[in-house]
């Protein structure tokens, strides 16, 4: 598989052979959709709790006589009927996040990857040192002409002074390949990948 590679300094394009079993199969819609689902599960605190009719402090006796006022019957006033009462079979305080077979995982990441290759969207930096300013940093992404971009890191690299320069540059993200995943990759438009991130994917599946 044949991407573009970028050169940030000399502002120059060129090819770079990727792997065909992790950056050129077939993209499965249905995968990544289970991943994404996936990961956003684990995401929620799942902390939203409503009362139910036992925990509604109130009185437990009846708000008025059974018979001789011409009204419905009740009892107390916790009942759902009433506002200030408990809720039925309302959301409680759970853990939404569910397991997901490793094969799946690992064919979500491949099927991201692919589809961002195919499509275009993926590219490899050539020369990896970064500009440490960001009035800098952001004149050579603007050069790439890209507004949503991801830019993949290996873990060797340093990250922290990256970090600063891109704080303040909007709609541009920093991951290392570690903790690369099928949710930032979809919901960014393109992926800039250092080839050190690169070699080290391609170790890893």
């Known amino acids: 598989m044949k991407v573009k590679s970028v050169d940030l300094i000399k502002n120059k394009k060129n090819d770079f052979n ?27 605190t799942g902390n ?30 916790s009942v759902v009927q009433f506002k200030g009462g408990g809720v039925v079979h309302g959301p409680v305080v759970r853990d939404h996040s ?11 990441l491949k099927s991201a990857l692919s589809l961002k290759a195919k499509s275009g969207s993926l590219s490899i930096l050539e020369n990896e040192k970064f500009e440490k300013k960001t009035k800098a940093l ?11 971009l991801l830019i993949v890191v290996g873990s060797s690299e340093e990250q922290s002074t990256l970090d600063l320069s891109l ?3 909007p709609n541009v993200d920093l991951i290392k390949q570690i903790g690369l995943n099928v949710y930032d990759l979809m919901r960014k438009d393109s992926v800039l990948m250092t080839v050190n991130a690169v ?7």
């Open 199 to 205: 070699k080290e994917i391609e170790d890893r599946l």
């Open 138 to 148: 952001k004149k050579s992404i603007d050069n790439l002409k890209i507004n949503n």
């Open 18 to 44: 990727l792997r065909d079993d992790i950056f050129d199969i077939e993209p499965r819609a249905d995968v990544i959709a289970r991943v994404v689902r996936w990961q956003l599960s684990k995401k929620r």
């Open 167 to 169: 704080s303040n540059i």
């Open 48 to 77: 939203h709790k409503v009362k139910s009719r036992s925990e509604v402090k109130a009185s437990t006796a009846k708000i008025y006589r059974q018979k001789g006022t011409g009204k419905a019957r009740h009892g107390p006033p």
């Open 98 to 108: 569910h397991k997901l077979p490793k094969k799946i995982k690992v064919l979500g």
